[in-house]
């Protein structure tokens, strides 16, 4: 991890500092294979080097997220796709404490397409 990926969390103010923060915990420990880089700005997390979420605050509601690339492959009630074609998005509510059997859910989930081999990583 650099130093710019700090600054993204550190730049952010309370709650959705600490909240950023966890996530990154939780996300990096769903394995070894997992690990974390900065694309487009944003603090990307990737399963043997192919990218599989993004950390983000929606611009619009201040509402931390989490971005499932294929989440076009994913479904829950939770999820939403928008106007996108093939990523969703799980927001969070930074003030609240984080539901972390739906986030281990979802998170296991999207790393499951990798892991089968139904998103190849090579």
């Not at 192919?50 to 492959?73: A, R, S």
Request: aromatic share 10%; with cysteine.
């Amino acid at each position: 991890m650099t130093a710019n990926n700090d600054d993204f969390y550190l730049s952010k103010s309370e709650p959705n500092k600490s909240c950023l923060l966890a996530l990154k915990t939780i996300i990096l420990n769903q394995g070894e294979e997992v690990s974390e880089t900065k694309k487009y700005g944003m603090p990307c997390f990737c399963y043997r080097n192919k990218m599989f979420c993004y950390l983000w605050v929606d611009k619009k509601t201040d509402e931390p997220y989490i971005l499932f690339v294929e989440g076009n492959h994913l479904e829950h009630p939770l999820l939403e796709g928008g106007s996108r074609s093939r990523m969703k998005i799980l927001r969070i509510e930074a003030a609240d404490d984080l539901p972390l059997e739906l986030i281990n859910e979802l998170l296991a989930l999207a790393l499951g397409l990798y892991r089968s081999g139904k998103i190849k990583t090579k």
